[in-house]
């Protein structure tokens, strides 16, 4: 596995020395997540793409594309449009990102694409709501096979595709080997019985990306490791002997703020997990 970091835990950083920083720790790869700051689909030249590629040869990381951005599509509403979105032509919105994303990655050689359903935000069935962003999600998964891009979906808490159960029933509906998953530690610590550690196991095929945190139980609160409730050893531990080759990225966005320090404290913690 290589160890990673996610650059919305370093907003106040230029990318330049986000990778520096990180490279220095140790750090194998980096989770780009493009916002207004780092290689805005809607503005990137061609010049921009190629210095983040030069960096990223430059310090020998890899990286996966993120499209969490909080604002980007949408000043006022956090994450919107998404593909639950009532408006069809809102919904094209996130889906013509996504397709901006795929081909971003193309170029910088990424192993994934990541993303999420969004939170449903209309009094409709579950079914339905399962249908539209399945739908979304196709068109997606199309584009992004034209190009031989992975699709990393991320069950979210408070989101439609919030457990792993819910993800298997998308996942019915896009067999495609190319639509996979991203698999959130502190998710899965938030939303599942225990162990999690047993689902890094049974999905160990599709898991294309991970994030990690810790979490308290229940409680979607992004914490330090240490501060949480998740049995790190037995995660890392099956993360090695299931064979995962691609990147761990810590996602500590609310701690830019001090983002050198939780960095350095992030890969401290895992290496220790990872000689145990």
Excluded at 40 to 59: F, N, R, V
Excluded at 234 to 246: A, K, P, R
């Amino acid at each position: 596995m290589r160890l990673g970091y996610n650059t919305n835990g370093f907003a106040h950083h230029r990318w330049q020395d986000t990778l520096s920083i990180l490279s220095e720790l140790g750090y194998q790869s980096v989770a780009l997540t493009l916002d207004h700051n780092l290689l805005d689909p809607y503005q990137a030249t061609s010049q921009d793409i190629d210095e983040i590629k030069s960096g990223l040869q430059e310090h020998s990381m890899h990286c996966v594309i993120e499209t969490g951005a909080r604002f980007l599509l949408d000043p006022f509403h956090k994450h919107e449009p998404t593909l639950l979105h009532p408006d069809v032509e809102r919904r094209a919105l996130r889906i013509d990102f996504l397709k901006r994303c795929i081909d971003l990655a193309k170029m910088l050689d990424a192993d994934a694409v990541s993303f999420w359903s969004g939170i449903l935000k209309e009094d409709i069935s579950y079914s339905t709501a399962l249908d539209r962003l399945s739908e979304g999600c196709q068109e997606v998964l199309d584009y992004a096979e034209d190009k031989h891009i992975r699709l990393a979906f991320e069950p979210e808490p408070g989101m439609l595709i919030e457990s792993m159960a819910q993800f298997a029933e998308l996942k019915d509906r896009l067999p495609s080997p190319l639509f996979g998953l991203t698999m959130d530690i502190g998710h899965l610590q938030c939303v599942e019985e225990q162990p999690i550690a047993r689902f890094l196991k049974d999905w160990s095929s599709l898991i294309y990306n991970i994030h990690i945190e810790d979490m308290k139980t229940g409680i979607h609160e992004h914490l330090k490791f240490g501060h949480g409730d998740i049995d790190f050893e037995s995660v890392f531990q099956t993360l090695q002997s299931s064979g995962y080759e691609h990147g761990v990225h810590v996602e500590l966005s609310r701690h830019s703020h001090e983002a050198p320090t939780a960095a350095a404290e992030s890969m401290e913690f895992m290496r220790k997990m990872l000689i145990m």
